[in-house]
């Protein structure tokens, strides 16, 4: 198979950095610690005032003593210079926007025991007042473009809890769903969400849709006049990803009945965005929702009174995320996906004219744009958890450091993005963390970690858990295999109907990469990983000896028994079809058939009530290595979901991550 060719730079605005990156650190600095995870500030939401002064921000903090977390509003100043705390100790705070005239900074949250509502503070100072009085609460918001008028997404409220005031459930689920469960959610009842605008003089509420459907992602047509939002609104919406983007004027008064739809795609459009002339939305397009999750999202645009569409980016194969328009108007600004980073880049409204604006060794997780083409930007990198960058005339500043005192006292990793080949020929890439002091004559014993997904990509962020195995002498390989994005459709496509095969072998010949080099010692190596690292790893400890230690989180091994009982039945049809109309589809790809040739000790974890990967198949696999005699353990933490987040949890899952890798490996 020849190697894959990836899409030449057309145009660079900022500096590409090749090689190995070194962390800057002395000497005496020290080896980072489990425990530092939760000293770590993440950065998020960055969102520019009008005047370009300020760029508003979130900062969530953990505290591992009282096992909980908080999220605060922040702004610093374009320069960088000026800090300031703009919501205290006590109450999380999300979702900071600027109200048109850049007066206010508003915000979401639950106060005073109440429902998550809409928040606004004076820039200049003072208290912050409540805008928004919705008795269930708000699950989003944005501002009208004239500050007079919010648009807000609200949920039904459940007419028995509205009656009696209780928002405790006694009675039984009673279910009719097709899509009847969603991890994190819980059973799915018939409550949707729909659109509310709220005019702030007089707090009026006017509801402008409504229907058996969920509405998503409001955003205002420059006039002030009309609404753009996502929904689907097929006959049976659970059967297929077939959202759209539709039109609903702000005055609505039939409560939506009356709606444009802009987009007819088959698969999923999302995102939208209006031109600075109202005349054309943008939008984020699957143009081939059989592929499911392997499908490239696509930049497309539509006219925004509906009619034919054009998707810009389909030469480009490259997933793109958060479409706006720049604000004159003829170019388009996105986050683009590519071979283990995240860029900045933007497209004319013909197709050409590619560039990337924010390019490098880097992530870009998010930005902000004002009328005076200033961005702030959200970006981490290898050494370096997200900050918030101002890009001004062409100028890149980081403008907070949130991290700065404690990166300071630690001596980090080296991280290297490499490629080699696949068993087919097919070139690979992946990451090589490499423990401070790295001594070349050395043979490690080395890590091999597998992201989830599986379609996602390791990239240049900072990566915690990386840095925590190399703090502890393990060089640490990180693959994107086939089934990862960042590489294009195809290559993401390598695993569709045959996960633990070609991925398998590309996660492998990542290993034989160490090997080769001569930094890894081949009688010391670990494998594992959460979700589809966790599933894959299941692949590689069925079909080789060769690693002395596994770690298998929120993972899968026997698919059959999965349907019906987690959240993804439509993705297992698309994909496995039927499993009493295909059964030999899902059984060639269970692990769990292959478990006797399983000799590494395997550590297995997982949530109690995960229904993304639910712990029913983590149960089996322990239960069937116990029964043959293997080395195995099962943790199972309890009241979790697929993401492990109480503090004291994600500790305690560090620290056994260690002693186990310590005991079998090291």
């Known amino acids: 198979m020849p190697r894959l060719k990836l899409i030449p730079v057309i145009t660079l605005t900022c500096l590409f950095v090749s090689g190995p990156i070194a962390a800057q650190s002395g000497a005496n600095n020290r080896l980072i610690t489990a425990e530092d995870f939760f000293a770590i500030k993440q950065v998020g939401s960055p969102n520019i005032s009008p005047d370009g002064e300020w760029i508003a921000y979130t900062v969530r903090e953990t505290n591992l003593e009282e096992d909980s977390s908080e999220t605060r509003l922040w702004m610093v100043s374009s320069d960088g210079e000026e800090l300031l705390a703009m919501t205290g100790v006590g109450s999380s705070a999300s979702s900071p926007q600027w109200s048109p005239d850049g007066k206010y900074l508003s915000f979401m949250a639950s106060r005073n025991d109440g429902e998550t509502q809409v928040w606004a503070l004076n820039r200049k100072g003072g208290e912050a007042v409540q805008l928004s009085h919705i008795e269930q609460g708000v699950n989003g918001y944005e501002w009208s473009p004239d500050g007079e008028r919010l648009v807000l997404l609200v949920t039904d409220q459940d007419p028995e809890e509205a009656a009696d005031g209780e928002d405790t459930k006694e009675g039984p689920w009673v279910i009719d769903r097709l899509q009847f469960k969603r991890d994190n959610i819980g059973y799915l009842d ?100 059989d592929l499911i999750w392997y499908a490239t999202n696509h930049l ?53 004219g590619f560039t990337r604006t924010i390019a490098g060794q880097r992530s870009v997780r998010g930005f902000s744009t004002n009328s005076a083409g200033q961005i702030a930007t959200l970006i981490g990198e290898a050494h370096l958890p997200s900050e918030v960058f101002l890009l001004d005339d062409g100028n890149l500043q980081q403008l907070t450091h949130s991290n700065r005192p404690l990166l300071d006292e630690l001596q980090l990793a080296s991280v290297e993005k490499v490629q080699f080949d696949s068993r087919d020929g097919t070139e690979v890439e992946g990451f090589i963390y490499k423990p401070a002091g790295f001594d070349s004559d050395f043979r490690y014993p080395t890590l091999l970690r597998i992201h989830g997904g599986p379609v996602s990509q390791y990239d240049f962020n900072f990566n915690f858990e990386a840095q925590l195995f190399a703090a502890n002498g393990y060089v640490v390989v990180m693959v994107n ?3 990862s994005s960042g590489y294009g459709q195809d290559f993401s496509l390598g695993i569709y109907q045959d996960w633990g095969t070609r991925d398998f072998e590309d996660v492998m010949a990542g290993i034989d990469y160490a090997i080769e080099q001569g930094f890894a010692d081949p009688d010391r190596l670990g494998v594992g990983g959460w979700s589809y690292g966790g599933i894959l790893t299941n692949y590689v400890i069925t079909k080789t000896g060769r690693f002395q230690g596994a770690v298998t989180g929120a993972s899968e091994v026997l698919y059959r028994s999965n349907y019906g009982h987690d959240h993804y039945q439509l993705q297992w049809e698309k994909e496995l079809g039927l499993p009493w109309e295909n059964p030999q589809a899902w059984e060639r790809i269970s692990p769990f058939n292959d478990v006797a040739n399983i000799t590494t000790p395997t550590l297995i974890m997982g949530g109690e009530e995960d229904w993304n990967v639910p712990i029913l198949n983590s149960e089996q696999l322990y239960q069937a290595l116990k029964r043959l005699g293997r080395t195995t353990q099962l943790v199972v933490y309890p009241g979790e979901h697929h993401g492990i987040r109480k503090p004291s949890f994600q500790l305690d899952r560090f620290e056994r991550y260690l002693d186990w890798y310590g005991t079998h490996v090291k």
């Not at 409504?210 to 753009?228: L, M, N």
């Not at 996502?230 to 297929?240: F, G, I, K, L, W």
């Not at 720049?326 to 933007?346: C, K, M, P, V, Y």
């Open 190 to 289: 018939r409550l949707r969400t729909h659109l509310y605008v709220q005019n702030l003089d007089d707090d009026a509420v006017t509801q402008i849709t409504s229907g058996d459907y969920d509405d998503a992602q409001p955003v205002w047509s420059p006039d002030g006049t009309r609404i753009a939002f996502v929904s689907n609104r097929t006959e049976e919406p659970d059967a297929n990803s077939n959202r759209d983007i539709w039109v609903v004027s702000a005055d609505s008064p039939d409560a939506g009945a009356t709606l444009l739809q802009v987009t007819t795609n088959s698969g999923s459009d999302s995102s939208p965005a209006w031109s600075p002339d109202g005349q054309t939305i943008t939008y984020v397009t699957v143009i081939e929702p």
């Open 481 to 483: 295999p086939r089934g």
């Open 300 to 352: 497309a645009i539509a006219p925004a009174s509906g009619g034919s569409a054009r998707v810009l980016t389909q030469r480009l194969d490259r997933n793109v995320s958060s479409p706006e328009f720049a604000t004159d108007g003829n170019s388009i600004q996105f986050i683009w996906e590519e071979s283990g980073e995240r860029h900045l880049a933007s497209i004319d409204l013909t197709g050409e």
